[in-house]
């Protein structure tokens, strides 16, 4: 008998409740019914079906049979020189991001002499595999270029917006029509809700942000624009603070479309209420995406973080899947070889899907939680 996603939602929660028991592993129960079965399907905007030579239980192809799109994060370094990756990358993923190559530091090295070759290869290679590219990222405190980290403290408001603005025309301009979603302003917030106190912040107040959204939609007016952030997934201060701002700005008539909710999930700090958060912006009317998912945890990863692992990458997939507005789920990268997490959290690891270039037990939790979706009432697509 085939297992629907309601009673496949109904095992992961008693599952997670059993976690919950265990010291250490302190993990939240989902406070929220599953939502009434979605209505007819319309046809969405990009199609998902993915060409030929796509193995049928690839993440790709089981993400187009519910009409979720499954991404990856991309290092262009593996993407030029390894073909396994390149292959992995092809057939599992139909969105891909630039892990860095279309932030600032790479593309504007010096002023003035731009560098689009790395991030024009991404798109090439997506454009030759059927994915879509999500932009990451036009506007962030961090990987800024050298020159004007220089002199950014010297400038007057309205250089500094010159600057700012020069560059967002210039990058959204050069990937015009290639880019479905654009990270405009990526991690504004602080924890508290306040506003990150950084160069743009300092010099410009709140307004950057606006502002950065209507020169983006100027140089591409088709691109689906997104403020991506961390921490969303929890319901609190930070998320609170979060959808006020987006919902001012969107009565304000700033061109912003969806909320990116990054998902860096760790085992030791237990599960977040994402459901309920991609809800509450859906409800507001914002496009939402999980843009960065990994799960880290301690080293050597024990079994019970293992299976927590598992969890998590469950859960953050099937809230994305039982919300319409969720119109991706990006992994940040999917081998644990090329993960960012070794480097910025010490002593964790493990995060990605893939080791060495096979599938782990979270790559198999995410086919299952695809496959079994389709046995379930189709998402309904706007
Ligand atoms: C990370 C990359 O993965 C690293 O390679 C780089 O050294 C630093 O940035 N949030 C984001 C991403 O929005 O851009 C970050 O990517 C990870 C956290």
């Not at 969105?95 to 932030?103: G, I, R, S």
């Not at 961090?142 to 025309?169: G, R, Y």
């Not at 939609?217 to 969303?232: Q, R, S, T, V």
């Not at 409800?283 to 990863?301: G, K, N, W």
């Amino acid at each position: 008998m085939r297992i629907t996603r309601a009673q496949m939602v109904t095992s992961t929660i008693a599952a997670t409740a059993t976690l919950a028991l265990i010291p250490g592993i302190a993990l939240a129960q989902p406070s929220h019914p599953l939502p009434a079965p979605p209505g007819p399907v319309a046809h969405p905007t990009h199609p998902v079906t993915p060409g030929s030579g796509i193995p049928a239980d690839s993440l790709r192809a089981l993400g187009a049979k519910v009409g979720l799109r499954i991404g990856t994060a991309v290092n262009a370094d593996e993407l030029a020189s390894d073909s396994t990756y390149d292959s992995i990358t092809a057939q599992q993923f139909s969105t891909v991001t630039a892990e860095n190559v279309m932030k600032w530091d790479t593309i504007e090295p010096t002023q003035g002499q731009y560098n689009f070759g790395p991030a024009d290869q991404l798109v090439a290679f997506a454009e030759a595999h059927g994915q879509l590219v999500r932009g990451h990222n036009l506007v962030w405190q961090n990987q800024q270029p050298a020159w004007f980290t220089a002199e950014a403290a010297s400038l007057t408001p309205d250089q500094v917006k010159t600057i700012l603005k020069q560059h967002i025309i210039s990058e959204v301009s050069h990937f015009k029509g290639k880019i479905w979603q654009w990270d405009v302003v990526n991690e504004p917030f602080n924890e508290d809700g306040t506003f990150t106190n950084n160069i743009w912040y300092q010099k410009l107040g709140a307004d950057y942000i606006a502002d950065a959204f209507m020169w983006a939609h100027e140089a591409d007016p088709k691109a689906k624009l997104f403020l991506n952030d961390y921490n969303l997934e929890y319901t609190g201060t930070k998320s609170n603070a979060a959808l006020a701002f987006v919902k001012q700005l969107k009565a304000e008539g700033v061109p912003i479309d969806g909320v990116g909710f990054e998902t860096h999930l760790d085992t030791q700090y237990g599960q977040p209420d994402l459901l309920n958060n991609l809800q509450r912006f859906a409800a507001a009317d914002f496009d939402v995406a999980i843009t960065e998912a990994d799960v880290r945890t301690t080293l050597p990863v024990t079994a019970i973080e293992q299976s927590a692992q598992n969890a998590d990458y469950s859960l953050s997939l099937q809230a994305c899947l039982q919300v319409s507005r969720c119109i991706s789920y990006t992994v940040w990268g999917f081998d644990d070889q090329f993960s960012w997490v070794p480097g910025t959290f010490a002593g964790e690891g493990a995060a990605d899907i893939y080791n060495d270039f096979q599938p782990k037990p979270q790559y198999y939790t995410l086919q299952q939680d695809l496959e079994l979706a389709t046995g379930s009432a189709p998402r309904v697509r706007r």
